[in-house]
């Protein structure tokens, strides 16, 4: 690593200009929001965690069902920063459930481009590849309908493996 004081200089210049807290904090209040709305909507299908702050990297919330909690699973609602879209994660509770689902969903269409485990989770799907931030109330229905369709997917696929 580079010299870590320059590197905390630069983060701090960044930091006081203003711009990144302010784009960090609307960021976490539109997921935050997304999260409210989705425990209204989707409480009948899902339970939702609350939110979770990454390194700068990605801000998400878990949510699941009986279903997943029997296999030891649970879906992830991610804001990627660094690619800056939305995302749907497929996570085990410990190294070895996710470890044993990637070897069942090595194959799938979502990890078939894919030669080693993701570093977080067992699969990911795109939601949303460039989010207008202008229009929340329409980027919280695409991202709403898009979720429970990537979700019903994996749903299904998971129940074959039984």
Do not use: C
């Amino acid at each position: 690593m580079k010299n870590l004081n320059k590197y905390v200089s630069i983060y701090q210049n960044q930091i006081k200009k203003g711009d990144i807290l302010i784009a960090y904090n609307e960021l976490v209040k539109f997921l935050m929001n997304l999260r409210t709305t989705f425990i209204k909507r989707l409480s009948e299908k899902y339970s939702f965690s609350g939110i979770l702050h990454g390194y700068l990297d990605y801000t998400y919330f878990y949510y699941s069902n009986d279903f997943l909690k029997t296999k030891k699973l649970k879906l992830g609602l991610v804001l990627n920063h660094l690619e800056m879209r939305f995302e749907v994660w497929l996570l085990g509770n410990t190294k070895p459930v996710q470890k044993k689902y990637w070897e069942l969903s090595k194959s799938t269409k979502w990890n078939n481009n894919k030669d080693e485990m993701p570093e977080y989770s067992i699969l990911e799907t795109i939601l949303v590849e460039k989010p207008d931030f202008n229009n929340l109330d329409k980027l919280t229905e695409q991202i709403e309908t898009k979720m429970i369709k990537a979700s019903e997917e994996i749903l299904d696929y998971l129940k074959t493996l039984n």
